[in-house]
Nanobody, 123 residues
Framework: QLQLVESGGDLVQPGGSLRLSCEAS????????IGWFRQAPGKEREGVSC????????NYADPVKGRFTISRDNAKNTVYLQMNNLKPEDTAVYYC????????????????WGQGTQVTVSS
């Protein structure tokens, strides 16, 4: 069964850092663009960052530019999201998703999704 599994979510103080991982099982990620999305309670799911299959192209939502960095290691079949200078408004469940065509911050077109990992930023 094709599956994405996120990990790395935690409770962290404002200004802290976390690194999320997105690992695939039963398929290889190197043919897919990957997006990171988040959903806070009562809000719609929003795109955070995305990366092309080769890793050569990345994009970020305005609220996270300069603080988050997306990367991938296709040899490890894993995509990462390094999150620095975290803010309370970053609190959400974070999901990774795979898309067969180019990277996008729009959830549409992402056919494989993980179950999510909780990130809570609070003092």
């Amino acid at each position: 069964q094709l599956q994405l599994v996120e990990s790395g979510g935690d409770l962290v103080q404002p200004g802290g850092s976390l690194r999320l991982s997105c690992e695939a099982s039963a398929f290889t990620l190197d043919s897919y663009a990957i997006g990171w999305f988040r959903q806070a309670p009562g809000k719609e799911r929003e795109g955070v960052s995305c990366i092309s299959s080769s890793g050569g192209s990345t994009n970020y939502a305005d609220p996270v530019k300069g603080r988050f960095t997306i990367s991938r290691d296709n040899a490890k079949n894993t995509v990462y999201l390094q999150m620095n200078n975290l803010k309370p408004e970053d609190t959400a469940v974070y999901y990774c998703a795979a898309r067969a065509i180019g990277p996008s911050l729009n959830p549409r077109g992402h056919y494989y999704w993980g179950q999510g990992t909780q990130v809570t930023v609070s003092s």
